[in-house]
């Protein structure tokens, strides 16, 4: 694709130092939606990319690199460091660019093909956890969305609905204090009371409960301010967003596939399905209900999966080495 010249044209005011990042980057392609065959007409140009600093960034101290990014397009080049790390946890949206189709590759280089050359050994079992987590976040939103659909917040919650005066009677202190003894133990202990007192927990839980519900509804008013015009009328009209629906069940394939056959789809073969679901073909209890049955099977998967446990950190570290002494150099 000949996409590179202009996407690298920011390269020359990005904080004045990284008119070598055109040239050194290794591997560089669409991401996001236009990869996965799923994008719209108002679908935005994603791009991710991989690549090697000069011998300063490795020798000295005086120069830094993790990764550049930019806009219009939405680009991210990672430093071949980071991208091993991340690609070796299976963070979803770095571990497939490696599987992009040749259509979608922008550019790249001896050292790019290299790194692909090798995906396979960046999968791991670890996938379940990484992509599972991913879809489950979906899944919190569609709720939370829906959940907002129905029955949204009518006001922003006051101090004297929850008994408590203008300003705080427990000190930030010791609200701190409790919130870390409760997340250590898990469980609400009577022991609390005897160390700071019936009036100070009474108090303790009323603020939590206000705090909870101010966020709930910092959160509601964010999203009914923030959000595309577009996805509102999708969710007005199914009564859940649609698009997540379709991002939820892809991700979920992504990780049975990857699980059962150690390959990451990322040309969705069941794209006019996924499209279909966009456009609300799936109603959110199907939506539910398929997402719940998925991921009560991935602990199945998981147990079958040829994968191994965890990626052979020192096999990635010595391809990682392999690549930045063929590029450094240059």
Same mark, same amino acid.
């Given at each position: *694709?000949?996409? +590179?010249?202009?996407?690298?044209? /920011?390269?020359? $005011?990005?904080?004045?130092?990284?008119?070598?990042?055109?040239?050194?980057?290794?591997?560089?392609?669409?991401?996001?939606?236009?990869?996965?065959?799923?994008?719209?007409?108002?679908?935005?140009?994603?791009?991710?990319?991989?690549?090697?600093? %000069?011998?300063?960034?490795?020798?000295?101290?005086?120069?830094?690199?993790?990764?550049?990014?930019?806009? &219009?397009?939405?680009?991210?080049?990672?430093?071949?460091?980071?991208?091993?790390?991340?690609?070796?946890?299976?963070? %979803?949206?770095?571990?497939?660019?490696?599987?992009?189709? &040749?259509?979608?590759?922008?550019?790249?280089?001896?050292?790019?093909?290299?790194?692909?050359?090798?995906?396979? =050994?960046?999968?791991?079992?670890?996938?379940?956890?990484?992509?599972?987590?991913?879809?489950?976040?979906?899944?919190? #939103?569609?709720?939370? =969305?829906?959940? /907002?659909?129905? $029955?949204?917040?009518?006001?922003?919650?006051?101090?004297?609905?929850?008994?408590?005066?203008?300003?705080?009677?427990? +000190?930030? &202190?010791?609200?701190?204090?409790?919130?870390?003894?409760?997340?250590?133990?898990?469980?609400?202990?009577?022991?609390?009371?005897?160390?700071?007192? %019936?009036?100070?927990?009474?108090?303790?839980? #009323?603020?939590?409960?206000?705090?909870?519900?101010?966020?709930?509804?910092?959160?509601?008013?964010?999203?009914?301010?923030?959000?595309?015009?577009?996805?509102?009328?999708?969710?007005?009209?199914?009564?859940?967003?649609?698009?997540?629906?379709? =991002?939820?069940?892809?991700?979920?394939?992504?990780?049975?596939?990857?699980?059962?056959?150690?390959?990451?789809?990322? #040309?969705?073969?069941?794209?006019?399905?996924?499209?279909?679901?966009?456009?609300? @073909?799936?109603?959110?209890?199907?939506?539910?209900? /398929?997402?719940?049955?998925?991921? @009560?099977?991935?602990?199945?998967?998981?147990?079958?999966?040829?994968?191994?446990?965890?990626?052979?950190?020192?096999?990635? &570290?010595?391809?990682? #080495?392999?690549?930045?002494?063929? *590029?450094?150099?240059?």
């Amino acid at each position: *694709m000949e996409l +590179s010249s202009t996407i690298f044209d /920011w390269k020359r $005011d990005y904080r004045g130092n990284l008119g070598w990042l055109s040239e050194r980057t290794i591997f560089l392609c669409v991401h996001g939606s236009r990869a996965y065959g799923l994008a719209t007409e108002e679908s935005d140009l994603d791009v991710k990319g991989i690549s090697v600093p %000069p011998r300063e960034y490795f020798h000295g101290f005086l120069h830094r690199f993790e990764q550049a990014e930019s806009k &219009d397009p939405d680009l991210t080049v990672y430093d071949v460091r980071k991208f091993f790390q991340l690609a070796a946890d299976c963070n %979803p949206n770095i571990i497939e660019i490696l599987w992009v189709a &040749d259509e979608d590759v922008i550019q790249t280089s001896e050292w790019g093909e290299y790194v692909r050359h090798f995906r396979t =050994h960046f999968l791991s079992k670890k996938a379940k956890y990484t992509f599972s987590d991913y879809a489950v976040a979906q899944l919190k #939103r569609i709720k939370t =969305h829906r959940k /907002w659909l129905l $029955d949204p917040p009518t006001h922003k919650p006051t101090r004297d609905e929850f008994g408590l005066p203008e300003t705080t009677v427990v +000190s930030p &202190d010791i609200m701190g204090a409790i919130a870390v003894l409760e997340g250590a133990t898990g469980v609400q202990s009577d022991a609390y009371t005897l160390k700071f007192g %019936p009036e100070v927990m009474h108090a303790y839980q #009323r603020e939590r409960a206000y705090h909870n519900a101010l966020t709930r509804w910092q959160q509601y008013e964010n999203w009914r301010r923030n959000r595309n015009s577009a996805r509102a009328e999708m969710e007005k009209r199914f009564g859940f967003d649609a698009k997540h629906a379709m =991002h939820l069940v892809r991700i979920m394939r992504m990780c049975r596939e990857i699980l059962t056959t150690g390959e990451v789809v990322v #040309r969705r073969p069941d794209r006019e399905e996924l499209l279909a679901i966009r456009n609300g @073909a799936w109603s959110y209890d199907q939506l539910i209900e /398929w997402a719940e049955r998925q991921d @009560a099977e991935m602990n199945d998967l998981l147990e079958k999966s040829p994968l191994r446990k965890s990626p052979d950190r020192v096999y990635l &570290d010595a391809l990682c #080495r392999n690549v930045v002494e063929g *590029m450094i150099g240059r």
